[in-house]
């Protein structure tokens, strides 16, 4: 409410040293408009995972629009991603594919957020493969594993692995499906991420079972339970 109100610009902004003033313009209306966009981005993200998406998409729109407003480069790069994961939950591939190729060109222009450029990768290589289009799909995700690489994203990596996986798990290639699970499984551990260790376990045991492994494949669904009960109970 605050800073939906132009009166607050005459409140002493810290324009400086605003983490949130990205768009780094010393004018304090356009400060202010560049965290009510933050704030909108936050809040509606909120809103999408209690399942009100048509609030979480309407404060997307009003966010990507105060951020071009300010020419805030960093801040489209966070809403056109947004905008891209939203409509691609409601299966609407074609729209989320364009949010999501304009927040790629933007990263591509910018090192602000360039760590975050194959997490925008891997879900365009998703898109994809909802398609159908698994030449498309594996490049991307090839190339979400490599920036992910450069750019120490550890997260990220296994995430991009674990999506090669499944991408070959699903084309019926079992062995470069496991493959590419256990190179997720071994770069989660790395960096300790509990639900993508339970994701590459579940996988590995899927690709036993259909592999004629029953052992291997409980043995793996197991471990992947355990961890799975452990974050539900946490």
Avoid: C, H
């Avoid at 605003?18 to 768009?23: G, I, L, P």
């Avoid at 998406?53 to 790069?77: C, G, H, N, P, W």
């Avoid at 036993?208 to 793996?220: I, L, R, V, W």
């Amino acid at each position: 409410k605050i800073t939906r109100d132009a009166a607050s610009e005459k409140n002493a902004w810290n324009i400086n040293n605003n983490a949130w003033n990205t768009s780094k313009s010393p004018d304090p209306k356009d400060a202010r408009r560049d965290l009510l966009s933050w704030i909108l981005v936050g809040a509606g993200g909120l809103y999408g995972r209690t399942g009100n998406l048509k609030t979480e998409i309407s404060y997307a729109f009003e966010a990507r629009s105060l951020a071009a407003s300010v020419r805030d480069t960093t801040l489209l790069e966070v809403t056109n991603g947004a905008l891209g994961n939203v409509y691609f939950g409601l299966n609407k591939l074609d729209s989320a594919l364009l949010f999501l190729q304009e927040a790629l060109s933007l990263y591509n222009r910018s090192n602000v957020f360039r760590k975050y450029e194959g997490d925008v990768l891997m879900a365009i290589g998703q898109i994809y493969q909802k398609k159908g289009d698994f030449g498309l799909s594996k490049d991307v995700f090839l190339k979400s594993a490599k920036i992910n690489k450069e750019q120490n994203n550890l997260s990220g990596l296994g995430e991009s692995y674990l999506s090669l996986a499944n991408l070959y798990q699903a084309a019926k290639s079992q062995d470069t499906s496991i493959f590419y699970a256990r190179k997720a499984l071994a770069t989660f551990k790395k960096v300790s991420l509990r639900s993508g260790i339970s994701e590459a376990y579940r996988l590995v045991s899927t690709i036993y079972a259909k592999q004629n492994k029953p052992d291997s494949a409980f043995t793996y669904l197991k471990l992947a339970t355990v961890i799975k009960d452990s974050l539900t109970n946490a």
